[in-house]
């Protein structure tokens, strides 16, 4: 087993006994690691959900931080060393995941990881190139989209959902307490979207604050 430590990154002192443990209890795990407690400008815990590689189609879900076994290394051949704009880890990830079928990344769920955050880290600065690097990674592991790419594209709408129902609530907050509303949200309640749930969910959003409004 090999220990991958990054840089913004500190270890609580149980997290070698607990993420080596999920490696020993389970052949089929390629690497291992756990939740994290950021620092820094955010303070939040973070919860990566491994799995396998239809889980990690659409976004990473395993800290760069993490404890690998050397022959799923052996087998992928390491990390792509052309990768110097980030996503690196990710692409690393499954490109281990795509040694076995049944190949998986464990995540204790602890935050064992004390993750540094800063407004110019690599990881910040990089979701201003994520379209790119995701074209780079779908061209080199375009096999595993294309077997999964029902899952794949079931999760992105799930995860979109997710957060159009946490943009309606805040809408709908600062309507209900009388505050101005952003300009994106002004042009998304003029022109909803159609055909992803923005004009249902205008419709809600309206909806609800005229109930709200209506004495009782």
């Known amino acids: 087993m090999v220990l991958v430590l990054d840089g913004d990154d500190r270890l609580e002192p149980s997290y070698l006994e607990e993420v080596s443990q999920l490696l020993r ?3 089929a795990m390629a690497a291992a690691s756990s939740w994290m407690q950021t620092f820094g400008v955010l303070e939040a815990v973070i919860c990566p959900h491994g799995g396998g ?3 990690f189609l659409l976004r990473n879900g ?7 076994r050397r022959k799923a290394w052996e087998r992928c051949g390491g990390y792509d060393e052309s ?11 499954l490109s281990m995941l ?3 079928t049944d190949a998986l990344i464990g995540i204790v769920e602890k935050p064992l990881i004390n993750y540094r955050t800063a407004p110019a880290s690599s990881n ?3 979701m201003t190139k994520r379209l790119d690097l995701m074209r780079f990674i779908m061209e080199k592991h375009i096999d595993s989209y294309r077997t999964h790419v ?3 594209m079931l999760d992105m709408e799930s995860t979109s959902m997710s957060r ?22 002004e042009e998304f309640l003029a022109q909803p979207s159609y055909g992803d749930g923005g004009m249902a969910a205008a419709v809600r959003i309206v909806s609800s604050h005229e109930q709200m409004q209506q004495p009782v």
Request: proline residues 4%; charged residues 20%.
């Open 25 to 27: 209890s389970n052949p």
């Open 53 to 55: 590689i239809e889980s």
């Open 62 to 68: 395993c800290p760069a931080t993490h404890i690998l």
């Open 83 to 93: 990768m110097r704009s980030g996503f690196e880890d990710w692409d690393f990830f």
């Open 98 to 100: 795509e040694t076995g």
């Open 124 to 126: 910040v600065r990089s």
């Open 150 to 152: 029902m899952e794949a």
């Open 164 to 185: 159009l129902y946490g943009w309606e609530s805040e809408i709908l907050q600062g309507m209900t307490l009388g505050r101005s509303l952003s300009r994106g949200s």
